[in-house]
């Protein structure tokens, strides 16, 4: 069996692997509304395959509201909430879960017909294999993260949160990684300096993506809405970033210590991505490798924009949405940046021969 797929082959991959990476994109915006309307507790027990219907009548409805009652969201937060306001966050989470089903299915599904097809094999069926085994490893994490908000907290753990918005992320990255590896080029002929700075730009958006979870799910882009001052002065006060003990607690759990880390670790990403974008030019590494790292940074200035607004207007959820948006796309301009400058194995690259040299003649 061989490694290289069919051309009719590739194609049909390669639009499989973007419907996925869409909508892992919009799965993450949906999550961020569920989060932002305090809908991500509604629905209290993970039935991976009975759940996949909503309530079908009012006894239904009256169950579902019941067995929201019982959590400490609700007596602590919604008291009295009608069950007309009760349907509104039910269907937010009830949405992510069925999109989440539907990625599921919209991955295996066609994945099982090029297996069977022999389309896929190799280092990409391995790859192949890792992305589905960690996309059925996020349905737990959801649930992990849920539950967590189930027995004394009024909302979800943060660093389960953020556990799972980075797992989500991952794959993203993953995918498109994959995708670019499909797609014929030319070797890149730089400095490895300049791989080296692509690739601390994906680490350093990771972090920061991470980062940007832990602020949502501390509520801490309610807390220091100035900018660039915070908490009095440009660095707060020691005292009070390690103010819980011990010390290390503060990195997930203090409103401030968070928010900080948060920005100064945008500062270092924008000063990276300059870096980065100069030392191309300088480098003379050629159209598209300069093209790919100013597109980064343009994306990292518009995205410090938009956090920098989200913060000072103490998060309109249009706003946050937008913010969350804007960081998928600095994230796939990132991946796309260090896969342009990493060398390619031949036996990585599952392309056409052909393809290969119409990519390397264009």
Do not use: C
Request: aromatic share 10%; glycine share 10%; proline share 4%.
């Amino acid at each position: 069996m061989t490694t290289v797929p069919r051309t009719t082959d590739l194609a049909a991959i390669r639009i499989w692997l973007t419907v996925v990476a869409g909508l892992i994109a919009l799965m993450v915006l949906v999550g961020g509304a569920t989060r932002l309307t305090e809908s991500g507790l509604s629905i209290v027990e993970w039935k991976p395959v009975t759940g996949t219907l909503p309530p079908l009548s009012e006894r239904a409805w009256t169950d579902a509201f019941e067995a929201y009652k019982t959590i400490p969201q609700y007596r602590q937060m919604n008291a009295g909430m009608t069950l007309h306001e009760f349907k509104t966050i039910f269907w937010w989470e009830w949405g992510h879960r069925l999109l989440g089903r539907v990625i599921g299915m919209v991955y295996l599904l066609p994945f099982l017909w090029f297996l069977w097809r022999g389309a896929v094999s190799g280092p990409l069926g391995r790859r192949l294999w890792l992305i589905f085994g960690l996309g059925a490893l996020q349905g737990a994490v959801g649930w992990w993260m849920v539950a967590s908000g189930l027995t004394e907290r009024t909302e979800v753990a943060p660093v389960r949160l953020a556990t799972h918005l980075s797992l989500a992320l991952l794959i993203f990255a993953a995918i498109v990684w994959t995708l670019r590896r499909l797609a014929p080029r030319a070797e890149a002929e730089v400095p490895a300096r300049l791989r080296l700075t692509a690739w601390g730009l994906v680490g350093v958006t990771f972090v920061q993506l991470y980062l940007g979870a832990l602020v949502a799910g501390l509520r801490a882009g309610l807390v220091y809405n100035t900018w660039p001052d915070i908490d009095g002065g440009l660095i707060p006060k020691a005292a009070n970033l390690w103010i819980q003990s011990p010390w290390w607690i503060n990195l997930f759990e203090n409103d401030l210590t968070v928010q900080f880390m948060h920005r100064m670790t945008a500062y270092t990403l924008f000063l990276l991505g300059a870096w980065h974008a100069f030392d191309v030019m300088r480098a003379g590494a050629g159209r598209t490798v300069v093209r790919g790292a100013h597109r980064l940074l343009a994306a990292i200035l518009v995205q410090a924009g938009l956090g920098i607004a989200t913060l000072l207007m103490v998060v309109p959820i249009s706003l946050a949405l937008l913010h969350q948006g804007t960081a998928i796309i600095v994230l796939t301009f990132a991946v796309l940046q260090a896969e342009r400058l990493s060398p390619r194995r031949v036996a990585a690259v599952v392309v056409p021969q052909a393809a290969v040299a119409a990519g390397q003649a264009g």
